[in-house]
């Protein structure tokens, strides 16, 4: 426990600057939900803008107590821990043995082995071995890791569709957003995108009054995101305030 408590100590300050910076994020994200609610026509909207709004409050919190956690193991309880850090951080030195070496009696040689030459070794060459042959090793080419494919969107429902672009599909600048959207009873449809794979906060970006059927539905700013995978899907709303089931697509910004 004491080592986890110093670690902590030790790294606070990153703890602390990444905590700034997703509290930094949830403030943009509660700001553009601000904006979205404000301009929002539908109600829809502007339910879906109020939740994005708690959710960035939630962080919020949250990351408050997780600050006011470390501040307090860094701080209270690392003053509390140091004496035992300080201790097993302190080497034992080893436990020194004495050997007694007890003087034997040193006894006369005898004059024959006094007086007995001796013989000088003749120096022989040693034979050098002859070197073998060898063979090189083939080099074996190092595998690269294959980018993932891109795929055709698969959208459950024909009145909301996109075709373009697909699956892992890596973009840049403004992204036209192709498909269809339309049904009997239509009123209106939107485009809105989250980050990551599977997002937890949708914003609005595009939309229209009138079906489109097979051609751009809107367009998307990708130079005002940060680089990763984002999720883009199109949502058709018909005159009793239902909607059919969103058609997704995942692109990957440079």
């Known amino acids: 426990m004491a080592i986890v408590v110093q670690f902590i100590k030790e790294y606070a300050q990153w703890v602390y600057g990444v905590c700034a910076l997703i509290a930094l994020w949830y403030l943009r994200a509660s700001l553009l939900a601000r904006r979205d609610r404000r301009y929002a026509v539908f109600s829809l909207e502007r339910e879906a803008a109020l939740n994005r709004t708690y959710g960035a409050w939630t962080v919020a919190i949250v990351l408050l107590v997780v600050i006011g956690a470390i501040y307090f193991l860094s701080t209270v ?13 302190t080497p034992t030195p080893p436990a020194q043995q004495v050997v007694q070496v007890t003087p034997q009696p040193t006894l006369p040689l005898p004059e024959a082995l006094l007086e007995t030459p001796t013989p000088t070794p003749t120096p022989t060459r040693a034979a050098t071995p002859r070197p073998s042959p060898t063979q090189a090793k083939p080099t074996v080419p190092t595998p690269t ?73 809107g367009t998307l700013n990708s130079g005002s995101l940060a680089p990763g995978p984002y999720t883009i899907r199109v949502v058709v709303v018909d005159t009793t305030g239902n909607y059919a089931p969103p058609c997704q697509t995942v692109v990957i910004i440079n």
């Open 145 to 217: 890791a294959a980018a993932p494919a891109v795929q055709a969107p698969s959208c459950p429902d024909p009145r909301a569709i996109i075709t373009a672009p697909g699956i892992n599909q890596r973009v840049s600048g403004m992204v036209p957003i192709m498909g269809t959207a339309a049904s009997d009873k239509f009123q209106y449809y939107k485009l809105e995108f989250g980050a990551g794979i599977n997002p937890g906060v949708w914003s609005y970006f595009a939309g229209g009054e009138k079906s489109v059927r097979g051609g751009q539905l």
């Open 77 to 89: 309880v690392s003053d509390a821990v140091a004496p035992l850090v300080e201790a097993e951080n």
